[in-house]
């Protein structure tokens, strides 16, 4: 967990992620792992402002991504990158449709993580 949390205090926030999109693909991905034969549990770690900037109607979408995801019973944390002064709350929203904790990138810590997984 240590390496984990080291390496997303370094990660670069702050782009034009489609996050409907992001999620769909996350998905795909659990799926896909779902066939292996190993007994992995993976663990979702979402970093995101919550706000989604691609596509039509790019939050609701993002939304019911995130409500298919939490479906699935994924094991899942939000990361709120939010900085900006006026802050919108959009990441507590996908937090919410995943059903996951979410913590501010400033106070993530192992802790945080090993909570979740």
Same mark, same amino acid.
């Given at each position: 967990?240590?390496?984990?949390?080291?390496?997303?205090?370094?990660?670069?926030?702050?782009?034009?992620?489609?996050?409907?999109?992001?999620?769909?693909?996350?998905?795909?991905?659990?799926?896909?792992? %779902?066939?292996? &034969?190993? +007994?992995?549990?993976?663990?979702?770690? *979402?970093?995101? @402002? #919550? $706000? =989604? /900037?691609?596509?039509? %109607?790019?939050? &609701?979408? +993002?939304?019911?991504?995130?409500?298919? *995801?939490?479906? @699935? #019973? $994924? =094991? /899942?944390?939000?990361? %709120?990158?939010?900085?900006?002064?006026?802050?919108?709350?959009?990441?507590?929203?996908?937090?919410?449709?995943?059903?996951?904790?979410?913590?501010?990138?400033?106070?993530?810590?192992?802790?945080?993580?090993?909570?979740?997984?």
């Amino acid at each position: 967990m240590d390496v984990a949390v080291a390496r997303l205090a370094r990660t670069r926030t702050g782009g034009r992620t489609p996050l409907a999109e992001g999620l769909i693909e996350v998905r795909t991905l659990l799926r896909r792992e %779902d066939l292996r &034969p190993d +007994a992995r549990r993976p663990l979702v770690v *979402l970093l995101t @402002d #919550g $706000r =989604a /900037t691609a596509g039509r %109607d790019p939050l &609701p979408r +993002a939304l019911a991504a995130a409500a298919g *995801l939490h479906a @699935d #019973g $994924r =094991a /899942t944390v939000v990361v %709120d990158c939010e900085t900006s002064m006026v802050r919108l709350g959009l990441a507590a929203k996908v937090a919410a449709a995943l059903g996951a904790p979410m913590i501010p990138l400033g106070g993530l810590g192992p802790a945080d993580l090993a909570r979740v997984a």
